[in-house]
């Protein structure tokens, strides 16, 4: 079983032509929706913007593997260990906050929903 415990094991598998097959077929079957979001009543699409700085399309939803990829190897492209998150969601997921966003509580989640 392969390990993934350095940027360059982990950069060889995300560059691998089996991870990018199983990545688009999650999106898929997730509908191009954060599935992060849809479990907070909230609905997050791709846009399909295109950045002119980077010259390609804006990364707006990547595939989060939900045991990390470190920790368990042998469920790398497991179909029912991956979802698909906003990169806000999967950020918030790992702990990774900036600046430029600012996480507010909803103030309207305790209320009873009509």
Known sequence: MPEYQSKLQKRKF???????????TIKKR???E???????GKVFLDTNE???????KKIQLVV?????????????L?????????????????GRYFRKFVWKE???AQDERW
């Open 14 to 24: 995300y560059d691998s032509k089996a991870w990018k097959l199983i990545r688009e």
């Open 30 to 32: 997730d509908n191009y």
């Open 34 to 40: 954060c599935q992060e979001c849809k479990r907070q």
């Open 50 to 56: 295109y950045s002119e700085k980077a010259k390609r």
């Open 64 to 76: 989060d593997h939900i045991e990390e990829l470190e920790d368990r190897p042998d469920l790398a």
């Open 78 to 94: 497991d179909e029912e260990n991956l979802q698909t998150l906003c990169v806000n969601c999967h950020n918030k997921k790992h």
């Open 106 to 108: 909803n103030k309207w």
